[in-house]
């Protein structure tokens, strides 16, 4: 259950437990035989109940769940419930379902669940909601399930770098539905039928959005703030935000106190706006005197214009120079001047 266990006696036939919460919340419990496992890290009790698996599954698990929540609590402050509860679910029939979380405890199927393997996507995803969906609820989707699929990018960037996470960012993976993959399959090339990061109605379109381009608007975000001033926001949110509703242009004006900018134009171009930027890109070399003018241009097919930086890979064959232009219009004309033949050229090679 929700909170720590403070007692337990028997009634008659029965055996009463009870739990202490040092926090307001919502109680959450399940029951089923389990195994049970706890150790202490970082003052924080972390718990496992499991239906199957021994003392070495639960301390993979606890101590992989202890790291995510540490890259977390850097990123967003400190964890805020009495502990931390894995608990394993019956087995979905094979559902895509990945689980769930509520105040300190999350909820896992079997299947998500296994020995020796440690399911990322699923288990990093349901951790950023104790932070964002039950201590900051948020009035749109994206604060909730787009700032925990961020959680799984942070975790992923701590562990194989920042490449890694662009890449699952940008393509997600087909055996996953928490990913962009079903963002690019169902709306980039129908935009029409796409809601705004911004409206504050919850369906699963919404849900798709808010994970597959709501989590590359937010890195976008970072990026475009510095991660001191983004985390430095976060915690703010976090602080203030406790267990109420908070609109999204809330959370971005904490993001602008931080780091002094004014994030209206970004606001109404990337969660108001439904749609993504669409570019082509034409360009020609020609050599001279052994130097080589490297000639093109960006054109958005996307009206209005987006405004916004984009990087642009110069690639020789053995390594890729990156120049960033600034788009800011229909037409963004480029030059550069070369030692070298390029052998490609192309837009947002770190898919940021």
Known sequence: STGVLADRKIVGDNVEFTFRNTIPNYYSFITARYQVHSRMIDEIEYKTFFSTGGKEKADFYIRRCAEAVNTLQEAYGDYPYDNFKLVEMADMGGAMAGGFSEHGLIFLPSQS?????????????????????????????VISEGMAQLSLMLQLEAMYGSQTMYRYAEYGSRDHFM???????????APDSEPALADDFMTMDQHH??????????????????ADAFHQGLHAVIKNETRQLTKLRKLVSY?????????????????????????DLEYGVTEQAGRYLLEGVVTQKSQPAYKMPLELGIDNGSAMQTETLELNGPETPFSFTLGYQPSAIILDPNLK
């Open 113 to 141: 669940v296994p020995d020796h393997y440690f399911n990322y996507p699923v288990i990093a995803h349901e951790i950023g909601h104790l932070w964002w969906g039950n201590w900051v609820i948020g009035e749109e989707h």
């Open 179 to 189: 990913s962009s993959y079903l963002y690019k399959t169902h709306f980039l090339n």
């Open 209 to 226: 959005v808010s994970i597959g381009k709501g989590t590359k608007v937010l890195l976008m975000l970072r990026d475009y703030l510095g």
């Open 255 to 279: 993001l602008e106190e931080a780091s002094g900018k004014d994030l209206t134009g970004f606001y109404q171009q990337w969660f108001s706006r439904k749609g993504v930027p669409l570019l």
